[in-house]
């Protein structure tokens, strides 16, 4: 992706992260020759430096990595048929593969997470991509604002606080419709996925299903859930 492409306002945009990140476009393949381009931070290993996330959740930048759940989430919202003006919404949406999958198929999709510069990135990606149904929204789990509910919300790794557990709950209540799913993937070994669940299901029926992303160092295996609101 030549960043000269890019429209005015994308092209400051990326000049202006390049000078506080190295940066990179980086294309992702999925299902219906859908094609991303997304902008990521090119010295991970300097930024990250050596920090484990499965270790230490609470200083592990999450947004700067394009995940292995991200990528199985971000194809199979690729591959669904959507209902004429569905809209889908993003939660942590990190380098926001997955809303965009799902704006490519159509979507109207919000992008959100909870700091600005994370939101910069991804319009960059949008413009990038070619996408112009996509908005983006700070969004803090702790004080939600008022919104208007999705057909769809997913996220992919944003379970990793048990103390986030309950605010997300709330976020979910109030961000998706009563007829609505929520898609969410995870690393099969995150710990703190189990109790999310068991308290989800008061609210949500809720269904699992494994994936193996094959790689040629390791196949990592991503379980995504399904949850919907149980009627009342």
């Not at 499965?54 to 990528?71: G, H, T, Y």
């Not at 008022?146 to 992919?156: H, I, Q, S």
Request: net charge neutral; hydrophobic share 40%; with cysteine.
């Amino acid at each position: 992706m030549d960043p000269k492409r890019l429209p005015k306002a994308e092209q400051a945009l990326y000049h202006r992260l390049n000078k506080e990140y190295t940066t990179t476009f980086e294309p992702l393949r999925l299902k219906n020759d859908l094609c991303l381009n997304l902008l990521k931070v090119a010295d991970l290993e300097k930024l990250l430096d050596g920090q484990d996330p499965l270790k230490d959740v609470s200083k592990f930048p999450f947004w700067v990595k394009l995940w292995e759940s991200a990528i199985v989430l971000a194809d199979f919202l690729a591959n669904q048929d959507y209902k004429p003006g569905c809209t889908v919404l993003e939660l942590g949406a990190g380098l926001g593969a997955c809303g965009m999958a799902a704006a490519a198929r159509g979507c109207d999709t919000v992008l959100s997470d909870y700091q600005e510069h994370i939101l910069d990135f991804q319009r960059v990606s949008a413009a990038a991509s070619g996408l112009h149904n996509v908005s983006f929204e700070l969004l803090d789990w702790l004080n939600p604002p008022e919104m208007k509910p999705f057909d769809v919300v997913v996220g992919a790794e944003i379970i990793f606080n048990e103390q986030f557990n309950e605010p997300l709950l709330n976020v979910l209540r109030k961000s998706v419709k009563p007829d609505g799913v929520i898609y969410l993937t995870h690393d099969i070994k995150r710990k703190s996925l189990p109790e999310f669940l068991k308290l989800a299901e008061k609210e949500y029926e809720i269904s699992a299903s494994k994936r193996r992303l094959r790689s040629l160092e390791e196949d990592k295996y991503v379980l995504m859930n399904r949850l919907i609101p149980r009627k009342s």
